[in-house]
């Protein structure tokens, strides 16, 4: 107790040489903390590419003040997450810290934001409890029941009665589970079966045995970013879309990231999400256009958490004329803007993301795979926070 109470009152003290330091200078810092190595990658990836995109497209300036972002690599492991957590708001003196790939990375994280009184950006990870977890979070990605739900909404009215689910176990899988089965069994659904893998090693080979054997109208998948074609392909293997089980999902699993890697079997594969690369406003046409040119592929919801996040940031910072804390989170609530998903609101008093989340098909045009949105449910709230 004696240690806590003492580690406590330094992260205090270096709190307010922190905030001392940031009204002096000319430049802040915004901490950036993502799996660069390791599985999930490709999370880091795309949000580290959005964020460089960003700063080309600002001039890296914000409340009349030059911003550097310091990006560190945790390799998806909380220890890490915590200790460069620390390090950026201690000894770098950042203003914000953000990023966050996956669940258990930002729950680590969160009271390091609390003691630190250092706003935290949630660009990843999406189970629904995250923002409650700290007072200083404020969240630009996306929840699990708010796509779990839209698509068990959808489902129903297009003659799927009988599904089995298949999450990867861990938050997100659990909310998308939850979720997706309440909102399907309340539109008069059945549930034949309720499975779930590892978040690390996933052989789906058994589990879609057992939906093949229990004969469902659909399988309903959520996997967290990066595990969609291996999945996909096994899908195929084991011949499930050849016995007439369709496959419905959240976007997660028919990622643009990898979209075009999974072949013929995503073909009409229905989806809920929030962004997709092919959504038809003019921002999102320019977002992709600069993101392909400064990169060699596709960007995809990941990329559109981070590009958001820095918007969020630098919106906030300007509206502090460059002071992090209290100040710059206050600046963060009940921000309203268009993104190349469409309009966003940051919810003022959960400090979660409303947003529009789509219906989706997967679909083919000039030789490649597209998630094109065909139904929208405007303005979702997080269910999870509705109750």
Known sequence: MLNRRLHLMALAAATLAAGAAQAQSDTVKIGVILPMTGP?????????????????????????????????????????????????????KVVAIAGFGLTPLALTAAPIA??????????AAATSAITEASPYIVRTSFT????????????????????????????????????????????????????????????????????????????????????GAQFMKQFGERGLDKAGIKLIATGDVTDDDQLNDMGDVALGVVNSHHYSAAHPSAMNKKFVADFEAMNKFRPN??????YDG??????????????????????????????????????????????????????????????????????VKDPGKTK
């Open 114 to 123: 609390t003691q630190g009184k250092t706003p935290m950006v949630v660009m």
């Open 40 to 92: 999930s990658a490709s999370t880091g990836k795309q949000i580290d590419a959005a964020i460089k995109l960003f700063m080309a497209q600002s001039g890296g300036k914000a409340g009349g003040k030059k911003v550097e972002v310091i990006v560190k690599d945790d390799n998806g492991t909380a220890n890490l997450t915590a200790r460069m957590a620390q390090e950026l708001i201690v000894n770098d």
């Open 301 to 306: 919801f990941m990329a559109v958490g981070g």
């Open 144 to 227: 699990l029941p708010q796509a779990a739900v839209s698509i068990a909404e959808w489902a129903p009215k297009h003659g799927i009665k009988k599904v089995a689910t298949l999450v990867a176990d861990y938050g997100p899988g659990n909310d998308a589970e939850k979720f997706f089965v309440d909102r399907f069994l309340l539109n008069g659904g059945q549930v034949l079966e309720k499975l779930r893998t590892p978040l690390r090693g996933a052989d789906f080979a058994p589990v879609l045995q057992k939906v093949r054997d229990a004969k469902p109208d659909a399988l309903f998948v959520f996997l967290p970013s990066g595990q």
């Open 310 to 379: 820095m918007r969020l940031i630098f919106k906030g910072l300007d509206a502090t004329k460059g002071a992090g804390g209290d100040a710059l989170l206050a600046a963060m609530k009940g921000q309203l803007f268009e993104s190349p998903r469409g309009q966003i609101l940051i919810d003022a008093q959960t400090r979660d993301i409303v947003q529009d989340i789509y219906i989706r098909k997967v679909e083919k045009k000039d030789g490649q795979l597209w998630n094109i949105e065909f139904d929208v449910q405007k303005a």
